[in-house]
């Protein structure tokens, strides 16, 4: 769907100020020259355009969803409910959105402080009050089958603070069908969104998990073949499905600046494709203060502080809680970035992401890191670190998997606290991940003789030892779990594995039957009892277990294949 820019003077002023390239350099210099007045009134009338109330608009943010079930492979789906439920508010031209890219951030640093699952009341105390939000939208999706279980959590920050949970069911047909059935949720469940109403834009289910799988891979180093590879994927996805257009050439765009950046000064003709690329996202999707906000980036890397400070100021009119069209806006205000230093100030406190690394690899706002290092440094925090706030943090890098924050985040820990075992836990857990079992074999034999009776610690030794083919080992180790803790469900499971393993299936049977009896929704154990009761002979027990472990599972074509070629030696 495209909506066309806004009408009257904006429009004009649109044309004038924001055309692409401005291949009369000559004309800004004709402006300053001869019609200086009539640019100044244009960027005065070009702020006023934005009616009145906009700034009066309530301010809304959604935070990054949670995906509680399945945990695996649904990534993306949190990613892009969190993106289109913001765009489709924006849309409505009735709220300030805060950025996605934003709330995500604020998001990480609210978890590690411990503040996200608390009552608005606790988080009006906290920094993020500083957006100044109205509401702070919070989805938990369950996929089941066919179904969506959705909770979201309205958090207001109006007069009377209050923390409302809306439950409901959606069926998966269509995205379109399933955005329009949450913002009926929220119209519902919220007075505050009882006007909204929905914009189809046509996307499908292949392309969405394509777009956003891209975007959750981390963005390679500039200028290597990983990096071109990286982009190559992009214009594929662009060719596939056209109905993702504005959101690819954003992202095409913010590749462009970080690639052009490598540069010093930055490459102009890779700017100006960047510059192109906005544009035509603008037209698709207009009213984004996080288009503005770029377009104000790339006039900066351009050198041309008047258009850097116009978008920023547009930005900023769009959603005043965009710290980075204040941190633009103020390093673009007067002769030096001294002039701005008011607006720096306040843009590193609503945005202090600047010089902190992405968890996606890189993003173009890091350019800004060198002009911001006068306040960046007299800003660096001087709190002891905390160990709860360094496992929070260590474990959220390890699930995103960022080894080097998450051993660094682990390794502190265990420095402020070395008489307790976690941080070596997580170590050696780390070390598994990547692959380096001989090293966590090592670490967590050592443990063990420390707490012989830690049943995490019992856990991944046997792990490690079972990556390492020592079946026997494995074994006792796992049973020595389930006698510190009867009911540990992945002891029961490893056992099971390794019993197959072993060639004692009969025991196997018994302790993966009794494991999908406890817990009939876990999908791993179905899998290994099927792999049993095909051992066994039992062929129509295993297409029993296999079947049930894909209708948990519907996108596991590991099971998909291996039900098939079962079924062909039945039949």
Not at 45 to 65: D, E, N
Not at 177 to 206: M, V
Not at 245 to 250: C, K, L, N, R, V
Request: glycine residues 4%.
């Amino acid at each position: 769907m495209t909506l066309a820019p806004r009408s009257g003077s904006f429009s004009y002023f649109y044309i004038l100020v924001l055309a692409p390239n401005f291949t009369a350099k000559n004309m800004l210099s004709q402006f300053l020259r001869n019609l200086l007045t009539l640019f100044f009134t244009c960027l005065i009338f070009g702020g006023l355009s934005f009616p009145p109330l906009l700034q009066a608009r309530p301010s809304v943010g959604v935070l990054s969803a949670d995906v509680i079930y399945p945990s695996n492979g649904l990534n993306w789906l949190g990613l892009f409910l969190q993106e289109e439920l913001s765009l489709q508010l924006q849309l409505t031209d009735q709220f300030s959105i805060i950025s996605p890219d934003t709330m995500r951030r604020w998001n990480q640093r609210l978890r590690n402080s411990g503040q996200l699952v608390f009552s608005s009341a606790e988080l009006k105390n906290s920094e993020i009050y500083q957006l100044k939000p109205n509401r702070l939208l919070k989805l938990s999706i369950q996929k089941v089958l066919n179904q969506l279980s959705v909770t979201w959590s309205v958090s207001s920050f109006e007069e009377n603070s209050s923390l409302q949970k809306i439950q409901n069911i959606h069926s998966w047909i269509t995205p379109d069908n399933l955005i329009a059935s949450l913002l009926n949720d929220l119209a519902k469940g919220d007075k505050l969104f009882r006007n909204i109403k929905h914009f189809p834009l046509h996307y499908t289910w292949e392309g969405i998990k394509s777009f956003y799988q891209w975007k959750l891979k981390l963005v390679p180093v500039p200028n290597t073949p990983k990096w071109e590879e990286h982009k190559d994927e992009l214009e594929a996805l662009l060719l596939s499905h056209p109905s993702l257009s504005a959101s690819i050439h954003f992202h095409r765009a913010v590749l462009l600046i970080i690639e052009s950046s490598v540069m010093r000064p930055a490459h102009v003709p890779s700017l100006n494709s960047a510059e192109t690329d906005i544009l035509a996202a603008m037209k698709e999707h207009p009213g984004s203060g996080e288009h503005h906000t770029l377009l104000s980036l790339l006039h900066f890397l351009r050198k041309e502080p008047l258009f850097s400070k116009q978008q920023a100021n547009i930005a900023n009119k769009i959603n005043p809680a965009n710290g980075l069209a204040l941190i633009l806006y103020g390093l673009t205000i007067g002769k030096t970035p001294q002039a701005g230093a008011t607006y720096i100030k306040k843009g590193l406190r609503l945005y202090p992401f600047v010089a902190e690394p992405s968890a996606d690899g890189g993003q173009p706002y890091h350019v800004l890191v060198k002009d911001l290092e006068p306040w960046l440094n007299s800003s660096v925090s001087e709190k002891p670190p905390n160990y709860e706030l360094l496992i929070r943090s260590g474990k959220e890098d390890y699930d995103a998997r960022r080894w080097t924050e998450a051993r660094q985040a682990f390794e502190d820990a265990s420095v402020l606290e070395p008489e307790l075992p976690e941080p070596l836990l997580f170590l050696a857990q780390l070390r598994l991940a990547q692959q380096n079992v001989e090293s966590a074999l090592l670490l967590l034999a050592k443990l063990q003789k420390r707490f012989p009776k830690h049943p995490e610690i019992n856990l991944y030794l046997g792990y490690a030892h079972e990556k390492l083919k020592h079946y026997i080992k494995a074994e006792i180790l796992y049973r020595t779990v389930l006698q510190l803790k009867p009911e540990h469900h992945k002891a029961l499971l490893r056992l099971g594995a390794v019993l197959i393993k072993l060639g004692k299936r009969e025991e196997a049977r018994s302790f993966l039957e009794s494991l999908t009896q406890k817990y009939p929704m876990y999908t791993v154990a179905w899998w290994n009892l099927g792999i049993v009761y095909y051992q066994l002979g039992e062929l129509e027990l295993a297409e029993s277990s296999w079947e049930e472990s894909l209708r948990l599972e519907p996108d596991n074509n590991q099971v998909r294949v291996r039900l098939e070629q079962l079924r062909e030696e039945l039949f």
